[in-house]
Each structure stands twice: as C-alpha cells, then as structure tokens.
C-alpha cells in the first residue's frame, strides 16, 4: 500500500483543517451530561458542514469518502482536540450493519437520524456471565404474533442512558448450537420493560451501563439479517468497530506521549536512561499502530469489509496505552496522583481498556485462530 496521499486527498485534508480551524469544538465540559451535550452538539455541526458520517455512501446521507480519506478524517478529528461525535456508535457501527445487512424500508427509517444525532445508538451485546463470549448469550426473544418479547441483561452498555435504539442480540432458538440460535434486533429504549443503571467507573464517569430488560417488545421489523442470522450480523458490527476507531485512537495516543516527552524533558527524566527507552518503545507502537491502522484499509480495500486483523490492532493499542499511562504517572511522579489532574485521569481511565471493546485475552483467541491460523483452543 503506498501511504503517500494523492492530491485529492490532499485537498481534502487541506478542506476539513480549514473547517475545523473555523469551527473549533470549544473547551470540553465536566460532568457526564454536559459532556455529553457537547459532543452531540458537536455531531450537528460536523453533519451540518457534511463531515458526519464521511466513510457513507452519498445515497445514505455520507461524503463518499474514500478509505484514505476517512482514515485522514479520524486523524485530523484527533489532532484537532475534538470528540467523537456522542452517536459514534450509530455512525460506526449500526449504520454499517444495516447498509450491509438492512431492508430498504430500515435503511430508509433509520440512517438519517444516525448522522444527525436526533437518535442515539448503543451496543447491547455483552452479558454478566457471558463476557466477551457473545455466542453465550441468555437474553431471550420469544416470538408473540408479529413481536418479540425480550428477557434479559445486558451490561457494559457504552452511552445506554441517552440512547434511543440498541443493536441487541438475543437468543431466539434454544435447540441448536449456540451461534446458530441468536438474531439481531433493533430496539426502542424509550418502552415499558426496559430499565438502564449507570456503572460509576473509578474515574467517577458513568460511560457505561446496566440494561435490564424484562418484556420489553420488538417489532418483526425490527429484525436486521434475518432470524438466526445473528451470529453474522454481530460480526459485522464487531469488526466495523476495531477498525473504525484505530485512526482515532493513535492520533490521541501520539499526542499523549508527545505531551509526556515534554513533560520528561521539562524535568530531567528524559537524561534516565531507562524513561528514554520506554518512551522509545512507545513512540515504536504509536508508528505501528498507525501502520496497522492503514493496514486495516487494504484489507478493506480487498474483501469489502474489515478482517480479523483490527483485532490485533486494539489489543496493541489497549496494552501500549496502559503501558503510557503508568510511565506518565511514573514520570510526572506524586502529582500524578492527585484528584482532577489529568495523568491521574488516564492513569486510572487506561485500566479499562484492556476489556472495553473486546478483552484482551479474547482478542488473543482471535488473532491465533483466524490471523495465525493456529488450532483452536481446547
């Protein structure tokens, strides 16, 4: 792959650093629901200047861009200081899954108030006793007439609490194997039956959340892919999301070990020896990771879709950015430890993100079976 850009590609870098020098997102504000205000404001504004939702196709209400030019958009949306617009779940992933997997009448109801965050999209997925297995799902769905009655938990629910429908997988038939029993549902949060906690995290944020579900109902309709066809369609959700976000994710991993060099020069922990190696080191995986990242496009390029891959590539960037928050509390010494600073943030932020988005050890599995083509665990 040759990652010099070309010139529309430069044109297009040049056009969206001159809208976000012209519309910069403001300064972020505390507390989880002013957050969250902001970053939604901040999706109006990208999807009224037409840069919500680049990667769509422009008969879905996208720019067309091309794989080069979204990875520059998720490159520059970091190097701006900008959040992910508060529907990135909608934008990454439900929309996707229901452009590949969708009915013309869904496709037509629901990706237009994706891109303009009138509704909000969360993930339900991840069970308390099924982890990162989601073929060991127990939320049911019985079938009554022309609905689904659900029954269930759902927890690690990133954004729950402000969203308006779920990507849920439920399992639908009990007599056959495991992932050949689940469906994928779209559901309506704002109904009788459908309860959600917020988790307060170490951080005190409430990112994520309990959803608990007792006879909440889902419309035939409302079925993505097909009864059975779970399984599937989840992937497709799954492996949007590690690609998706990688470009982001580097770009703010770069800025933080760039911003903790300084903080090592500033106080002569750069002349240590072993802090300039491990900073070396880190500044190794911030290049790879972007190179993995770029890799993830070819792959895309080639079969359509993304590939097994992204799953290397976050657990690199889930372990490279723990690996960074430690050193940064190592270098900045005690203050790093005081409430409200900002490297006691990511200190204690970083410890989660070797299981949001996929544990690490589940990552692994993947990696060895469907990259490595190594035999399967027993």
Known sequence: MDLTFTETELAFRDELRAWFEANPPGEEPAGDDAH??????????????????????????????????TAIFFEELGRANAPLPANVLGLLLGGPTVMFWGTEAQKER?????????????????????????AAVKTTAVKDGDEWVIHGQKVWTSGAQYSKWCMLVARTDQDVPKH???????????????????????TGEAEFNELFIDGARIPDENVVGGVGNGWKVALTTLMNERAGLAFFLQVRMRQQLDKLIDVAAENGALDDPRIADKLADLHVRCETL??????????????????????????????????LAQLGADIVGADALLDGTPWAYELLRARGNSIEGGTTEILKNIVAERVLALPRAK
């Open 180 to 202: 050949k029993g689940l469906t994928y549902f779209l559901m309506d949060m704002e109904q009788p039956g459908v309860e959600v906690r917020p988790l307060v995290q170490i």
């Open 290 to 323: 972007r190179l993995m990242a770029f890799k993830g496009l070819s792959t895309i390029e080639k079969y359509g879709q993304p590939g097994p891959e992204g799953s290397l590539a976050k657990w690199l960037w889930s372990e490279s950015n723990q690996q």
């Open 110 to 134: 629901y990706l237009m108030p994706i891109l303009s965050a009138e509704e909000i999209w969360c993930q339900g997925f991840s069970e308390p006793d099924a982890g990162s297995d989601l």
């Open 36 to 69: 969250y205000a902001w970053a939604r404001d901040w999706q109006r504004r990208l999807h009224e200047g037409g840069w919500a939702g680049v990667h769509w196709p422009t008969e879905y209400g996208g720019r067309g861009a091309s794989l080069f030019e």
